[in-house]
């Protein structure tokens, strides 16, 4: 152990002095908050009384959404608010009276409402009404001086002039979560919108502006006295989606009424953009944009069969026979069967000890490939489901991009589900049984796609392989096609039996989906909700327990522009579904012949 | 030598903890809670949980700093000082490949700004090299030396840009010298110099935007959006809370949001005009008897190297002080410099607790021979 002497008591000095310099430095800047605080103190707090100085804000324009021809379909329109800052008036009882005779509300409204601004501070106002017109923002103008506690504020109200048309795809905004805002990094403050579904959302960040802000020298009457800085807003950007208006509302009205629920999605098989997406039930996008809402909002949450979720991409269901088009590429692409091959359907088979029946009691006879798709026989199925095997038809339902997320630009999107071996082990702890596979094959195992991924699987067929990206925004960079290892004379062959299903007297969508002058390729599609030992008619079923209805489909045949799949909750069947089909198609041609050529 | 120092050194003596520096820092972080709360009420986020979540890991790492024996950390500065050059560097890197000014450096999803850490070793690195030379006053390659410690981090921080932050490592070197000695002539010649490199900071070192603040603060009217709006709000916060203050939670100015960033630089301007000038003088006086209470284990303290290091630390926190509060009310210009254990912050409160627990722990083994 060493010790050394050390030249601490110099040190300690200095220290001593340090200490005193600071706390002399202490006593200054004390002395600094007593000549601000005291001497100084009436001043400023007349200032802060006055608050002479507001920094007000400039709210950017959201940006407008308009169709792929220009028409309007979201605008912004002012609104006029009713804002009262309850710290200028002695008299809230008084205050109320007035509004409520101006307003033609009752007063014990207003007084409830008045109720739930307890706890906010009496000098910040709060919202007494909304939507005033313009007569009574008139009137509690003219009698400013009598009642300076109102305040009408002007905000700029989204307008979806669609409504519902164009909820699930537009969704709507809302004033903006504590959790948006903290996400935003910046851009979105409190009190502000944003968007919370579908475009609005998904691009909330190109729609919204900048909102700028301005600094102004007010009187104690709040009045402006004159301004004395200002920061420009930026107005957020328009946006033109691929949505094709005509046939957006030729989609909604088939799918407008009670008991009608289902969805429809147009696209364009060569780029993925969507002419149509119709989710039905849906909702007014108009009633999120005031903040007193409660009622509209319980009302929506309440509704039968979900008015806010979008079918489209957001609902999983079994594919039914339209599932025959995986696996008859699957089945060609394996070289397991050919287009020469064939099997005979006597109405039912036994595979594993269990009869499988076809959906035609009397059989098919012997058919191949082409006209097995065409009439959608169940046996020929069967057998071809018997020798993929399910890992095989998992990696050909994955090939088609099913159980996977389709990339469209609205958020919210589910991936549905291609079962296998290893999902059943993992997702119900058992093995999967071979049985199942067989019922796979005709699209009714645990297999499930929204009908949007049933749109990109059909554009796949329809473009010779290529997997597009859905989306409604143009103009952005989507991925482009990409090539999926798909053998293109097995599509060419699956194309040649969905043109059957449609054009051949005995397809099964022959009556329901056949529009001379377009070659249009389709496969219809059941999904039992129930198990029927005997089939009944879907008519005499009661609704919640009659079958779903696919039909999925393009045209022309040889050179596809446009992919249609609808999909009908309790439709009863396919034959249901492609009349819609067959009705869009002929909007399409109208509308094509009134434009000529701008597709 | 007596005869305990033959005896295990550090926490037998917990009794002999210095009551005035832990009392001020108890409530002073508690008079910073309750600001926090009021300050952000109006926000999007209650900074309330977050900062007594920092305050809980401070006090952790308060312990912890206590119970290390300094003449490891200073056998470790150099270490540690050559750690944090290295964290700067990397966020330099890392800014500049983002194309812009980054303080922050992101561990695992925790963002630190590694200045803060800096500063620690550098006050390590400079208090071990001050203690080494034992003499009365220090020859002036020895100041040479002691002003290139301090200068790498600095300039490395000035250049994020960050010039608030650079400003802090001015006091460690100041205070440091000054206590370990220093010539007169040699303090006339430094202000010479600090006049000459002020003005050379203003022609080639300082953004537009920081000559503006400084001319914005000899003139407040050119800039009533900028750095003038938010003196003159701060001003009137400040002034209207008067003797009494208008009462927790209700200031005008700070919950009507005209105050700009009232929950870390302009926290004092909501204390001073919800709690008026007797809770500004409460919190004064706090900081006071931190500093007593901080010098007196200065001059206490075992040997050199406690003195220097006690001296670094406390000369960062009281220019912390001084230069906020004096910028609350207008008598310097507006830069980013946070109030200890009042303004909200995560590495700047931990570190305020490290560097605490550091002073706590040289005053632990005042009596204890290595």
Known sequence: MQVVREHRDDLIGRVRLLAAAVTGLLVLIASGFWFVQIAQGDYYRELA????????????????????????????????????????????ERSLAFAATVLARPLGDLEDLMERYRGVPVYKPVLLAENLSLAEVARFGVEALEYPEFEVEVQQTRLYRHREQ????????????????????????????????????????VLRGKDGSR??????????????????????????????????????????????VGAIIVMDPRNGELLALVSSPSFNSNLFTHRLQENDWQALLDAPNNPLQNRAMQNAYSPGSTFKIVMATAGLSEHLIDERFRLS???????????????????????????????????????????????????????????????????????????????????????????????????????????????????????????????????LPYPPPQKVSLDPQALALVRKGLWAVVNEPGGTAYTAARVPGLDIAGKTGSVQVIAQKVRTKAETLPFKYRDHGWFTSFAPESDPRLVVSVFVEHGGSGHNAAPIAKALYQKYLSIEASHAGVY | MPAFTEEKPALRHLSSIDGGLVLSVLLLSAIGLATVHSASSEMAVDYLPRQALWFGIGAALLVAAMSIDYHVLLDLSIVLYGAGLVLLVLVL??????????????????????????????????????????????????????????????????????????????????????????????????????VVLAAGMWSFGMKTYQRQRVLTFLSPETDPLGAGYQVRQSKIAVGSGEMTGKGYMQGTQSQ????????????????????????VLTVLGLYALYVASAARIAMRARDRAGILLVTGLLSVLCFHVLYNSAMVVGFVPITGIPLPFLSYGGSFTLVNFVGTGTMLGVDLRRYVNR
Request: with cysteine; proline share 5%.
């Open chain 2, 256 to 279: 009507l949001r005209f105050l700009p960033v009232r929950h870390t630089d302009f926290i004092l301007s909501v204390l001073a005009e919800e709690w008026g000038f007797l809770g």
């Open chain 1, 215 to 260: 600094v102004v020298v007010v009187d104690s009457r709040g009045e402006l006295l004159r301004e004395y800085g200002r920061v420009p807003s930026a107005p957020g950007r328009d946006l033109t989606l691929s949505l094709d208006l005509e046939l957006q509302q030729e989609a909604a009205s088939w799918l407008d009424g009670p008991d009608k």
């Open chain 1, 345 to 475: 359907c006597a109405g039912s088979t036994v595979i594993y000890n269990h009869s499988f029946r076809c959906w035609r009691k009397e059989g098919h006879g012997s058919v191949n490939v082409v006209e097995a798709l065409e009439r959608s026989c169940d046996v020929f199925f069967y057998h071809l489901g018997q020798r993929l095997g399910i890992e095989r038809i998992a990696r050909y339902a994955r090939l088609f991009g099913l159980g996977a997320l389709t990339g469209i630009d609205i958020p919210g999107e589910k991936e549905g589900l291609v079962p296998d071996a290893a999902w059943s082990l993992k997702a119900r702890h058992q093995p999967w049984y071979a049985g199942e596979t067989i019922s796979v094959a005709i699209g009714q195992g645990p297999m499930l796609l929204t009908p949007l991924q049933m749109a990109a699987m059909t554009a796949m067929v329809a473009n010779g392989g290529y997997r597009v990206t859905p989306h409604l925004v143009q103009n």
């Open chain 2, 93 to 194: 890197v890392a800014g500049a490949a983002h194309g812009g000014a980054a303080h922050w450096a992101r561990i695992g999803g925790w963002q630190f700004q590694p200045s803060e850490f800096a500063k620690l070793a550098t006050v390590l690195v400079l208090a071990r090299y001050l203690s080494g030379l034992n003499r009365r006053v220090l020859e002036l390659t020895q100041i040479l030396v002691a002003v290139a410690i301090v200068a790498v981090p600095m300039v490395l921080v000035l250049v994020e840009p960050d010039l608030g932050s650079s400003m802090m490592f001015a006091p460690i070197l100041i205070g440091m010298l000054l206590v370990a000695g220093v010539r007169l002539r040699v303090l006339v010649l430094a202000a010479l110099a600090a």
């Open chain 1, 49 to 92: 009384e006055n608050n002479r100085l507001r920094k007000l804000p400039i709210i950017a324009p959201r940006g407008l959404i308009f169709d792929r021809r220009g028409r309007l379909l979201v605008e912004n329109l002012p609104s006029y608010n009713l804002m009262v800052d309850r710290s200028r008036t002695t008299d809230v």
């Open chain 1, 166 to 205: 164009t909820a699930h795809v537009i969704g709507y905004i809302g004033e903006a979560t504590p959790d948006e805002i903290e996400r935003s990094a910046g851009a979105v403050s409190p009190g502000d919108v944003a968007g919370k579904k579908g475009v609005e959302k998904r691009y909330d960040a």
